[in-house]
């Protein structure tokens, strides 16, 4: 369904702005300088008959000249008369001080010239009454206009909405003081053409909206042509009244059709108009009974109750009042008719813009509420300042009050207008709870589901309570909840139908991002559906149609949006009010809120069972790699043997071993697998297998045995996993002690004599793992009685304290050799007391292994 274009409808808008506008600022122009310059300008000195060309009207300048009431004017200037617009055009001309020559017939039937001489144009009196007249002159009709436009603007191809312009437009000419002849040429014909042509139109216009709005009336339908006879002749006499002007412009000879224009349209208009108006207020007031749908009611409702309260004293005072003998157009009415009449704008911009009228009881709440809310009580009481202060003012200087009761006087005052605003949250509550029971008993218990909301941890029972609560609370039929899965949303609760399919949205979809996109309740309208609507999937309009969709709530979590929510209409087919959005909104807020910490609780089970299943592997893990250690040492004539590994994790990537081969010999073998954790033990578990396994069914020198063993784990392992490895093999008949060294930390062999130097044991080749073809070198060395040899891994010697200072090899040595005489495993004890007091209980980040073998 694509959107139709409105071109034409806004440049029909812009033009029809532009001419109002105009002539309202033509208006305002004329005013400000009557207002503020009146003494550049002349003052028209007579006033014509123009019917007749008798003078009616004089000023003090015209009587000065020798003018009298009842002359007739033939020239002007020596010009012979032609109309209006050649007398305005000569005043406008003319300044203060400029003659008029101005000739007359008199009542003796004969002519005469008079020179007037100009007088300037006179200010008004900047009284309480023009004050008033002036807000009624510039306010009305702006706020009117501005009405107007913005109605049409928003619905521009509705034709109430178009003559809801043309009546609003009424206000120009009749509350407007705008004064043709304040111009001069065209603008002076035009002006007063436009003038003419509102004051005709308004009142069909406001007819025609009653019978049409919001939908035909009963009667018309079956009586069409029964409209015509107040309209016809309004319509026909319209186009008579701007041939009258006409006439009365430019053809002043013409005062026979002038008079017979005059009379006709007078007649015409003064009956229908008033006419007009009653007849629109018996179709609206028959239209409350007979309407077909509730929307249609509450709309009828309201326009009955704005127009009663506008146009009611409006009747009054200019059909009522002046058969009674009072003068309508006295300004002290008009302070009383602008507040009432400033109703009937707003009134008709409300029925036609809002998708779904609220009822007169809501709006009057509504009304109350924004007046009684925050601004709206410091205006309150900025106000009663101005007043109190003026009192005050007034009392001081006519002395009526002492100094100590004025005093105290404003001192109450202002006591009074600073507890103003708990007064009014007093009233607020006191009139909701006496006259809006339900309304407010309706925002105390969605006030209350938003509390409640926070304390659920699960999803279903928290889905559960608030779409119930939600139903009974605004009497809402149908909603359906989609929950955030990871991407998509499924399906959670439906109340009150069922889905034929379910219908999943995903986090793209139209719903979902207009949501989004947002931040705040959408009303969905599907006779006037936004554009996101018309752009959303078929599936998704299915199932926002099945469930007579009025209201989405977007369920935000702090990161994301955790749900939506979609509610049908109300049981009474009430629209939502702003109160019912704004604690929607705080409900969904919260239940979004709720929602995230269900699934977080939800995550954080799945992780806690996660790591506890994960912690009883690694238990496992680090039992089986300690069984791969050595439980016990080998027993071995001539040699004394000790070993330990501390893992940094619960599991390390060290390794030592000592296997006894089935020659007698010994094997030692210290290696130290990069990284840490699961996957390094796995490979050191691997390494250890590999070796137990080369040295008990092949017999091979070590060099050849590591190549072998590089190949090994080089094919079975990661590119970025290899491992320092250091094997020896001790024969105790000899005491040769064989080795290769495959980038392992060099084991050290302390000789029984302090004085021999340390021996390192380094040859060998890279580490195992690295690269697919490597050849190792294997060396020899024969031990002596009390000889220690220490091979170890790095984190022994690169321990470190809290400010990463490492122990060291010298330190680890020296303390190795301060316990040479003791046994091994006093030896190995006093390095890994020594290696903790000084890392001073500092984190270890690194396996700590050491092997120890000391001969006899």
């Given at each position: 369904?694509?959107?139709?274009?409105?071109?034409?409808?806004?440049?029909?808008?812009?033009?029809?702005i532009?001419?109002?506008?105009g002539?309202?600022?033509?208006g305002?122009i004329?005013?400000?300088?009557?207002?503020?310059?009146?003494?550049?300008?002349?003052?028209?000195?007579?006033?014509?008959?123009?019917?007749?060309q008798?003078?009616?009207?004089?000023?003090?300048?015209?009587?000065?000249?020798g003018?009298?009431?009842?002359d007739?004017?033939?020239?002007?200037?020596?010009?012979?008369f032609?109309?209006d617009?050649?007398l305005?055009?000569?005043?406008h001309?003319a300044?203060?001080?400029?003659?008029?020559?101005?000739?007359?017939?008199?009542?003796?039937?004969r002519?005469r010239?008079?020179?007037?001489r100009?007088?300037?144009?006179?200010?008004?009196?900047?009284d309480?009454?023009?004050v008033a007249?002036?807000?009624?002159?510039?306010?009305?009709?702006?706020?009117?206009?501005a009405?107007g436009?913005?109605?049409?603007?928003a619905?521009?191809?509705?034709?109430?909405?178009?003559?809801?312009l043309?009546i609003?437009?009424?206000?120009?000419a009749?509350?407007?003081?705008?004064?043709?002849r304040?111009?001069?040429?065209?603008l002076?014909?035009?002006?007063?053409?436009?003038?003419?042509?509102?004051?005709?139109?308004g009142?069909?216009?406001?007819?025609?909206?009653?019978?049409?709005f919001?939908?035909?009336?009963?009667?018309?339908?079956?009586?069409p042509?029964?409209?015509w006879?107040?309209?016809g002749?309004?319509?026909?006499?319209?186009?008579?009244?701007?041939?009258?002007?006409?006439?009365g412009?430019?053809h002043a000879?013409?005062?026979?059709?002038?008079?017979?224009?005059?009379?006709?349209t007078?007649i015409?208009?003064?009956?229908?108009?008033?006419?007009?108006?009653?007849?629109?207020?018996?179709?609206?007031?028959?239209?409350?009974g007979?309407?077909?749908?509730?929307?249609?009611?509450?709309r009828?409702?309201?326009?009955?109750?704005?127009?009663?309260?506008?146009l009611g004293?409006?009747?009054?005072v200019f059909?009522?009042?002046?058969y009674?003998g009072?003068d309508?157009?006295?300004?002290?009415?008009?302070?009383?008719?602008?507040?009432?009449?400033?109703?009937?704008?707003l009134?008709?911009?409300?029925v036609?813009?809002?998708?779904?009228?609220m009822?007169?009881?809501?709006?009057?709440?509504q009304?109350?509420?924004?007046?009684?809310?925050?601004?709206?009580?410091?205006?309150?009481?900025?106000?009663?300042?101005?007043?109190?202060?003026?009192?005050?003012t007034?009392?001081?200087?006519?002395?009526?009050?002492?100094?100590?009761?004025?005093?105290?006087?404003?001192?109450?005052?202002?006591?009074?207008?600073?507890?103003?605003?708990?007064i009014?949250?007093?009233?607020?509550?006191?009139i909701?709870r006496?006259?809006?029971?339900?309304?407010?008993?309706?925002?105390?218990?969605l006030?209350q589901?938003?509390?409640d909301a926070?304390?659920?941890?699960?999803k279903?029972?928290?889905i559960?309570?608030?779409?119930?609560?939600?139903?009974?609370?605004l009497?809402?039929?149908?909603?359906?909840?989609?929950?955030?899965?990871?991407?998509?949303?499924?399906?959670?609760e439906?109340?009150?139908f069922?889905?034929?399919?379910?219908?999943l949205?995903?986090?793209?979809?139209?719903?979902?991002?207009?949501?989004?996109?947002s931040?705040?309740?959408?009303?969905?309208?599907?006779d006037?559906?936004?554009?996101w609507?018309?752009?959303?999937?078929?599936?998704?309009?299915?199932?926002?149609n099945?469930?007579?969709?009025?209201?989405?709530?977007?369920?935000?979590?702090?990161?994301?949006l955790?749900?939506?929510?979609?509610?049908?209409s109300?049981?009474s087919?009430?629209?939502?009010?702003?109160?019912?959005?704004?604690?929607?909104?705080?409900?969904?807020?919260?239940?979004?809120?709720?929602?995230?910490?269900?699934?977080l609780?939800?995550s954080?089970?799945?992780?806690?069972?996660q790591?506890?299943?994960?912690?009883?592997?690694?238990?496992?893990a680090?039992?089986?790699?300690q069984?791969?250690?050595?439980?016990?040492?080998?027993?071995?004539?001539g040699?004394s043997?000790?070993?330990?590994?501390r893992?940094a994790?619960?599991?390390g990537?060290?390794?030592?071993?000592?296997?006894?081969?089935?020659?007698?010999?010994?094997g030692?073998?210290v290696?130290?697998?990069?990284?840490?954790?699961?996957?390094?033990?796995?490979?050191?578990?691997?390494?250890r297998?590999?070796?137990?396994?080369?040295?008990?069914?092949?017999?091979?020198?070590?060099?050849?045995?590591?190549?072998k063993?590089?190949?090994?784990?080089?094919?079975?392992s990661?590119?970025?996993?290899?491992?320092t490895?250091?094997f020896a093999?001790y024969?105790?008949?000899?005491?040769?002690?064989c080795y290769?060294?495959?980038?392992h930390?060099?084991?050290?062999?302390?000789?029984?004599?302090?004085?021999?130097?340390?021996i390192?044991l380094?040859?060998?080749?890279?580490?195992v793992?690295?690269?697919p073809?490597?050849?190792?070198?294997?060396?020899?060395?024969?031990?002596?009685?009390?000889?220690?040899?220490?091979?170890?891994?790095?984190?022994?010697?690169?321990?470190m304290?809290?400010?990463?200072?490492?122990?060291?090899?010298e330190r680890?040595?020296?303390?190795?050799?301060?316990?040479?005489?003791?046994?091994?495993?006093?030896?190995?004890?006093?390095?890994?007391?020594?290696?903790?007091?000084?890392?001073?209980?500092?984190?270890q980040?690194?396996?700590?292994?050491?092997?120890?073998?000391k001969?006899?």
């Open positions: 369904m694509k959107p139709r274009s409105s071109r034409v409808q806004y440049i029909a808008l812009a033009l029809y532009a001419i109002s506008f002539y309202y600022v033509a305002v004329a005013l400000r300088e009557e207002w503020f310059h009146p003494a550049k300008y002349a003052r028209v000195p007579i006033d014509v008959n123009d019917n007749t008798a003078i009616v009207g004089l000023e003090k300048e015209a009587k000065n000249a003018l009298s009431k009842g007739v004017l033939k020239a002007l200037n020596g010009e012979p032609t109309g617009y050649q305005f055009n000569d005043v001309r300044h203060p001080g400029d003659n008029l020559a101005v000739t007359v017939r008199g009542a003796n039937g002519e010239t008079a020179n007037v100009f007088a300037p144009r006179e200010g008004p009196s900047w309480a009454g023009f007249l002036l807000i009624t002159i510039l306010f009305v009709p702006l706020l009117s206009l009405v436009y913005w109605v049409v603007a619905r521009p191809y509705d034709p109430n909405a178009w003559l809801v043309i609003l437009s009424f206000s120009e009749f509350f407007g003081n705008l004064d043709p304040w111009w001069a040429g065209i002076f014909v035009l002006l007063g053409f436009w003038q003419i042509l509102l004051q005709c139109v009142f069909p216009a406001l007819l025609l909206f009653g019978l049409y919001p939908e035909r009336w009963r009667l018309d339908k079956r009586w042509w029964l409209k006879i107040v309209l002749p309004q319509l026909l006499a319209t186009p008579l009244a701007l041939w009258g002007d006409y006439i412009f430019f000879n013409w005062s026979s059709l002038y008079l017979w224009l005059d009379s006709l007078n015409i208009f003064h009956t229908l108009q008033p006419a007009s108006i009653i007849l629109f207020l018996i179709v609206l007031f028959d239209k409350l007979s309407a077909s749908t509730a929307d249609a009611r509450r009828l409702r309201v326009l009955a109750v704005g127009s009663a309260l506008s004293p409006l009747l009054f059909v009522v009042l002046p009674l009072f309508p157009h006295h300004d002290s009415l008009y302070e009383i008719l602008v507040p009432c009449y400033v109703i009937f704008p009134t008709l911009a409300y036609v813009v809002v998708q779904r009228a009822d007169v009881r809501l709006i009057i709440r009304s109350l509420q924004y007046t009684l809310a925050r601004r709206g009580v410091i205006v309150l009481q900025l106000l009663l300042s101005a007043v109190l202060f003026i009192v005050v007034t009392l001081v200087a006519s002395r009526a009050m002492s100094y100590v009761g004025t005093a105290i006087l404003m001192g109450a005052g202002l006591w009074g207008i600073f507890l103003l605003r708990g009014t949250n007093w009233l607020a509550v006191l909701d006496r006259f809006f029971h339900e309304a407010y008993n309706t925002e105390i218990i006030s589901l938003s509390e926070r304390k659920y941890t699960e279903q029972p928290l559960e309570m608030v779409t119930k609560r939600i139903s009974d609370v009497h809402v039929g149908q909603i359906g909840v989609w929950v955030r899965g990871s991407n998509i949303f499924h399906p959670q439906v109340f009150g069922s889905l034929s399919e379910p219908v949205l995903s986090e793209n979809s139209s719903t979902v991002q207009a949501l989004v996109r931040h705040q309740p959408i009303l969905l309208y599907r006037h559906p936004d554009e609507f018309i752009e959303a999937g078929t599936d998704e309009k299915r199932t926002l099945q469930l007579q969709t009025e209201l989405l709530l977007g369920l935000p979590g702090r990161k994301q955790m749900g939506v929510i979609a509610l049908g109300k049981r087919e009430e629209p939502y009010t702003p109160s019912d959005l704004r604690l929607l909104q705080t409900v969904a807020v919260q239940t979004g809120l709720a929602l995230e910490v269900s699934d609780a939800e954080l089970a799945k992780e806690a069972a790591r506890a299943r994960i912690s009883r592997e690694v238990e496992i680090r039992e089986v790699q069984r791969l250690f050595p439980q016990r040492m080998p027993v071995v004539g040699v043997l000790a070993g330990a590994c893992p994790g619960e599991v990537g060290d390794y030592y071993d000592v296997i006894e081969l089935p020659d007698g010999r010994l030692i073998a290696g130290d697998v990069s990284g840490k954790g699961v996957s390094a033990s796995l490979l050191m578990a691997s390494l297998a590999c070796l137990r396994t080369m040295t008990v069914v092949a017999s091979m020198d070590l060099a050849r045995l590591m190549e063993m590089n190949q090994l784990v080089y094919e079975s990661a590119v970025n996993r290899y491992a490895f250091f093999v024969d105790p008949q000899t005491r040769a002690l290769v060294n495959a980038g930390n060099p084991p050290a062999l302390l000789r029984s004599s302090t004085h021999d130097p340390v390192r380094e040859a060998g080749g890279p580490v793992g690295l690269l073809d490597v050849q190792y070198e294997e060396q020899s060395i024969t031990l002596q009685a009390g000889d220690l040899l220490l091979a170890y891994t790095d984190g022994i010697s690169e321990a304290t809290a400010d990463d200072e490492e122990w060291g090899e680890m040595l020296q303390t190795a050799k301060a316990a040479q005489s003791r046994s091994v495993d006093e030896i190995l004890r006093a390095i890994f007391q020594a290696a903790d007091q000084f890392t001073a209980g500092a984190v980040h690194d396996d700590m292994t050491l092997l120890l073998m001969t006899s």
